[in-house]
């Protein structure tokens, strides 16, 4: 029985998926480890739809209404690339390199790494130093 937790459907994944990485975070923050039922129905009044909003709600009812599922204590794949992608950047390895690293493209990385100067994560560049273009 001790197997049952493995074989439920991961909530996080799901809202990563369908809804967003800010709201999979969030539910991944209030209720990591546990397992919860979906309703079959998405109430406005439902304190899982005050963490992931009424269409984030719609969308994982239609997948799971009605189903227990289980909130993964673990990050998120898209989780772990950012904070690879913040670590190796703040030690001043190239986007291309990153790229190879994480396995992702490098505009993908150069996203990352926008979001990541955006919302105070990673500092700007250093005056003179490459963006991690490259230059013909």
């Known amino acids: 029985m001790s197997d049952a937790p493995d ?21 991944q923050e209030a209720l990591g480890g546990a397992r919860i039922y979906v309703p079959k129905h998405a109430d406005k009044g439902h304190w899982l739809t005050d963490l992931v909003g009424a269409d984030g709600m ?12 289980l909130v993964n204590r673990q990050e998120t794949k898209a989780d772990l690339h950012r904070h690879l992608v913040q670590l190796l950047s703040l030690a001043r390895i190239p986007v291309w390199i990153i790229a190879l690293i994480c ?34």
């Open 7 to 27: 074989l439920l459907p991961d909530l996080v994944d799901a809202v990563h998926r369908l809804v967003g990485a800010d709201q999979a975070r969030t539910v």
């Open 58 to 69: 719609r969308k994982i009812v239609r997948e799971f209404g009605g189903d227990l599922v």
């Open 103 to 136: 396995d992702l493209s490098p505009r993908h990385v150069s996203s990352v790494r926008a979001q990541l100067r955006t919302s105070g994560e990673l500092p700007p560049p250093a005056p003179g130093r490459p963006s991690g273009k490259r230059h013909a």
